[in-house]
């Protein structure tokens, strides 16, 4: 715990010996002033054969999907949005501080060719995930929690697995009893992190911009967040892949790099916050409340990115 | 872990079985059927001093102030209320996965007689606060957590101190680097718990009805969600104490004591979720995934309750 009040004595103790002392101890620096100096390297560009464009009339979202973890039903998503499965649709669900779920209220359009329910991947062999910046904070609901892929992500080395976790602003696909699911509905967390949900669903990416788009639409009058049929629909124009957008119009997000040294310098600074404002130190971070920082960069710079 | 799906040797051994099972053991209870199992005793009335009224166009957010935790905040929220003060201000910021904060933007309206800044109220000493229901299921950030006085709380028997915690719905006063503030200007919690205000604001109370209208604003669109001047306002209406409401009008709710054996078991189905739905336990549960519920409850049954 720090104070900005300074006593009497200490004030004019700093001025005798202001002239002996070069600078005070540097401020730990902020989140924003790390970013500010950050390198190219440090940020990894958006790969357009795994980014979706969620279009609503209010604006785009933009989703990162995570094949590492769930190549299945990533397959199966990308095939779907590819055949323009999603296009004219509607936000079936809005639950508050939970989840935002769209797809077919039906069941009856048909789905793309090749595409039928995928066996579950609510885990995965840890083997295949050799990239994981732990976080030594602790967690309540795995035995290991970081990120993997540069998705929050944890582990249970006993039985060798890992998997995604429900942060805010994951996305996942919705399933009936059933562990196998198509990936033709989804939802995005956006409320405080439900890790019940962890190892139960299939989570396939998360949304780097644009979720506000969804997390401020109307709560679903209905058991569940479900809208009734007196609420105003919320129409979904399109859901692409970004490969299949002309690159102009195209959404040019890079997202920092959790195997970097600079992440870990952004861990720090908000689990033990800088800014004057905060009074008593954290000194822990949970990892939902770890951001995963993402910046949008000028066309010209994306179009000459290897 | 358990699974749905039976083996043909399971099956038939049940059906040879079934004539000498009186039963199969019960599953578990869901939160649903624990609550409509309640008996009265387990529920207690909000005290109408104790309790605002948020009055937005879209509808009504009922809060319940914590006096135990803030008396000195809580008397100022009080006088303001009771004297109009917010009556007519408007929301000034709704930042997502945050906080919505609402007061007077130009800082310029008199204050009600008596009310002026007090004393920080970051946490207070545990002697006072006997009642405290602790979750066994550990936490990130504090010693201990659970729920006292029905609020979700923490603490430090190392230093004698408890505190609450920035749970979804939890309303605390904005201030700024001064640690003192009066409680004219709130903000309410629409993310993923900022457990790292803990400690450094004076939570008041929490949201128990209608936090849906505060959650689904749209967000600002100046830096931190405050409203740009090209945005729609969200004017407040008022907020009253409820009272100062004539008892017609006012929301007639019950939270469920969290001192209570039944809360016990609304942990537990919460932590090792007993709907089929759900395949993996998640075998431990966060202090801000714990629900308090709350029940409206007939007027005539409020008027007859002591």
């Known amino acids: 715990m720090h104070s900005s009040a300074k006593s009497p004595i200490l004030i004019a103790l700093s001025l005798v010996l202001a002239p002996l002392v070069q600078a005070a101890p540097a401020q730990a620096p902020t989140m924003s002033q790390l970013l500010a100096g950050s390198s190219a390297a440090d940020w990894r560009p958006l790969d357009p054969e795994n980014t979706l464009y969620l279009e609503l009339a209010s604006g785009r979202v933009v989703i990162e999907l ?4 769930a190549p299945l039903h990533v397959a199966n998503i990308r095939a779907l949005a590819h055949a323009g499965y999603f296009n004219g649709l509607a936000i079936l669900r809005v639950q508050d501080d939970y989840v935002v779920q769209w797809g077919d209220a039906d069941g009856t359009r048909a789905l793309a060719d090749g595409v039928e329910k995928v066996a579950a991947e609510f885990d995965a062999p840890i ?3 050799d990239a994981f910046t732990r976080l030594p904070d602790g967690d309540v609901y795995a035995p290991l929690v970081g990120f993997s892929g540069d998705f929050p992500a944890a582990r249970d080395p006993k039985i060798g697995r890992t998997w995604l976790v429900h942060c805010y602003a994951m996305v996942g696909v919705g399933r009936d009893d059933d562990t196998r699911s198509t990936g033709a509905e989804l939802y995005a967390v956006i409320g405080h992190a439900p890790r019940h949900l962890d190892r139960n ?7 780097v911009k644009g979720i506000d788009e969804l997390s401020s639409l109307p709560r679903g009058g209905e058991q569940m967040g479900f809208y009734s049929k007196t609420q105003a629909t919320v129409p979904i124009r399109a859901i692409e892949l970004a490969a299949d957008v002309a690159p102009a119009e195209r959404s040019n997000l890079e997202v920092l790099r959790t195997d970097s040294r600079l992440f870990l310098r952004v861990i720090e600074s908000r689990r033990n916050r800088p800014e004057e404002w905060f009074k008593a130190e954290a000194g822990h971070i949970d990892v939902c409340n ?3 920082p993402v910046r949008e960069i000028p066309p010209a710079a994306a179009q000459s990115s290897p």
């Open 66 to 69: 995570a094949p590492a973890f």
């Open 127 to 129: 083997g295949a995930h």
């Open 201 to 207: 669903v299939a989570l396939v990416g998360r949304i």
């Open 290 to 292: 770890v951001p995963i």
